[in-house]
DNA sequence: TATTAATACCTTGAACTACGAGGTATAGTC
DNA sequence: GACTATACCTCGTAGTTCAAGGTATTAATA
């Protein structure tokens, strides 16, 4: 019983995430600044959400990940699969109808 | 310790009730399916969201409220204050803000 | 006439996400 | 030696949305 959809808007994070992996290997922290500086500063997503998410699109197949020390120091590169793909374009569709939707609203005019 | 802003895009379901509501007098039921409508059925928000975002616009003072009596049911109509205009205003700020930016990085090329 | 569907209000518990604080460890700077 | 920055991570909880329900009246349907 009761089982519930995901909340409207909430495949924004993992869009995000996919879209710059998609463009270049990067590390969990990276992504941290890269997700701020990409959208204007209008976006600011901590650690406490891009681990979580990194880990559950490694786990489901979409993302792989490849361990490389860097100066003392261990980063982890994730790159996009071909299933990481798919799910990118999905999510990319079900956003643009969503923003279109939201777009409509507030713009149509006055009248009933 | 730990008092969490609220989550980055939640707005939504405010801003659009404020901007229907905003052209016209509205009730509740009546709004659910507004908001269906007016974003293409792109966006579905239940009676359990919209009832408390009503019931809390009205207590801050964004809106008020009259009953009225058609063909033996009440209905509760809304109507925007001059605070819930100002607040209307912020939220379509804000959210052109994060859309804008979602639309940046989305958009932007693919190099670095 | 009985039953069901639609209108209209509402609340509640669970599900889910995002937030933020913290914890570990290394490297560089002051 | 202390502090800041990098880099990984987890966990508790706060805040939202979801779905399902409950009440009551009217209209349609069987």
Same mark, same amino acid.
């Given at each position: 019983? /009761?089982?519930?959809?995901?909340?409207?808007?909430?495949?924004?994070?993992?869009?995000?995430?996919?879209?710059?992996?998609?463009?270049?290997?990067? !590390?969990? !922290?990276?992504?941290?600044?890269?997700? *701020?500086?990409?959208?204007?500063?209008? +976006?600011?997503?901590?650690?406490?959400?891009?681990?979580?998410?990194?880990?559950?699109?490694?786990?489901?197949?979409?993302?792989?990940?490849? #361990?490389?020390?860097?100066?003392?120091?261990?980063?982890? !590169?994730? %790159?996009? %699969? /071909?299933?990481? *793909?798919?799910?990118?374009?999905?999510?990319?569709?079900?956003?643009? #109808?969503?923003?279109?939707? +939201? %777009? /409509?609203?507030?713009?149509?005019?006055? !009248?009933?």
């Amino acid at each position: 019983m /009761a089982q519930s959809n995901p909340p409207f808007m909430s495949g924004v994070p993992e869009l995000l995430l996919l879209r710059l992996l998609d463009r270049k290997e990067m !590390y969990g !922290y990276e992504l941290v600044r890269s997700i *701020r500086s990409a959208t204007g500063e209008a +976006i600011s997503l901590g650690e406490g959400v891009i681990y979580p998410v990194l880990h559950s699109l490694e786990r489901n197949g979409s993302l792989k990940s490849r #361990r490389k020390a860097v100066a003392g120091r261990t980063r982890v !590169y994730y %790159t996009l %699969t /071909a299933k990481g *793909r798919q799910r990118l374009n999905k999510l990319h569709i079900e956003w643009l #109808r969503i923003q279109g939707g +939201i %777009t /409509a609203a507030l713009e149509s005019p006055a !009248y009933a």
